[in-house]
T-cell receptor, first 114, second 114 residues
């Protein structure tokens, strides 16, 4: 099983550029999330989705957009990159709520905005 | 809203010594609780989880954690640490109604003294 796959692994952007971080899972999970990890701050939830066509904001959504057109994919879009968005980004997926479930994480995307 | 506090930013223990990492959570109902480990440059791996039932849960790699509702705590323990346990450890809390909205603590970095 591939699990949760994130691409790219590394990316350098210039301020103002846009890009999309890709996330795909092959476990037929309903729930998917995006987190950013910054030193001393742990993982902070950016956006999450409870199923295809449904998304919601997390703790730090500003500057990011998401969509969920299929169960498998949950891309994260940076509309106009800023140095404050330099971080490591993790995508996670999990089964339906109310069940004995856990989040599975991708390997991360290290993004630098210069 | 959920929140998680890990009061220790960095802990150093000697190889073979016992370990306890602290985690306090805030959530109005019965929480889902998790401990994840992150090795340098890697994604997150689930160590153990608590959903209900026995308040002492066993995980992988010889770790265990105890849920104490009266103290709102979910501390991670290991009787004897190995050099390979050096990593960053994250406590997380999830809401029963939304498995994807998992909130993480800021993490505790564990170093092992030879």
């Amino acid at each position: 099983n591939a699990g949760v796959t994130q691409t790219p692994k590394f990316q350098v952007l210039k301020t103002g550029q846009s890009m999309t971080l890709q996330c795909a899972q092959d476990m037929n999970h309903e729930y998917m999330s995006w987190y950013r990890q910054d030193p001393g701050m742990g993982l902070r939830l950016i956006h999450y989705s409870v199923g295809a066509g449904i998304t919601d904001q997390g703790e730090v959504p500003n500057g990011y957009n998401v969509s969920r057109s299929t169960t498998e994919d949950f891309p994260l879009r940076l509309l106009s990159a800023a140095p404050s968005q330099t971080s490591v980004y993790f995508c996670a997926s999990s089964r339906a709520a109310g069940m004995n479930t856990e989040a599975f994480f991708g390997q991360g995307t290290r993004l630098t905005v210069v | 809203a959920q929140s998680v506090t890990q009061p220790d930013i960095h802990i150093t223990v000697s190889e073979g010594a016992s370990l306890e990492l602290r985690c306090n959570y805030s959530y109005g109902a019965t929480p889902y609780l998790f401990w994840y480990v992150q090795s340098p440059g890697q994604g997150l791996q689930l160590l153990l989880k608590y959903f209900s039932g026995d308040t002492l849960v066993q995980g992988i790699k010889g770790f265990e954690a105890e849920f104490k509702r009266s103290q709102s705590s979910f501390n991670l323990r290991k009787p004897s640490v190995h050099w390979s346990d050096a990593a960053e450890y994250f406590c997380a809390v999830g809401a029963y109604s939304s498995a994807s909205k998992i909130i993480f603590g800021s993490g505790t970095r564990l170093s092992i003294r030879p």
